[in-house]
């Protein structure tokens, strides 16, 4: 959990947070995956930002689940992977969230931002 707290973090601060504390800090490759664009070839999350209902778009068909967390790392919904379904997101304030995209052994894929109006 504190990987998504850092992750929040960075995003909501980053360019002022890394030069108040003296300089860039590298981030692993594990945290690289944080998008806002689709990527080519990852599965990426639309519509984004998102209303009522977000789908998913996986080419390889690796994506097992979808965790959504807030801004301060709280797991506010998850759902369980269908070929070609919708997942409701209506009931979540409207703000930032992180999305990871989770294979079956529950190993994290690809983590995006989310958009919810």
């Not at 947070?17 to 990527?39: C, D, M, R, T």
């Not at 977000?54 to 390889?60: F, R, T």
Request: proline share 6%; net charge positive; aromatic share 10%.
């Amino acid at each position: 959990m504190w990987r998504v707290v850092l992750i929040a973090f960075l995003l909501c601060f980053g360019g002022a947070a890394l030069e108040a504390a003296g300089g860039p800090v590298q981030l692993g490759s594990s945290y690289s995956a944080i998008l806002s664009e689709p990527p080519s070839g990852k599965p990426y999350i639309f519509p984004n930002p998102a209303v009522d209902f977000i789908e998913l778009a996986d080419v390889k068909g690796n994506v097992n689940a979808i965790r959504i967390y807030n801004l301060l790392g709280r797991d506010v919904l998850h759902f369980k992977v269908m070929e070609g379904a919708k997942y409701n997101v209506a009931k979540l304030p409207a703000g930032i969230y992180l999305v990871q995209m989770l294979d079956e052994k529950g190993e994290v894929i690809s983590t995006q931002r989310m958009h919810k109006r």
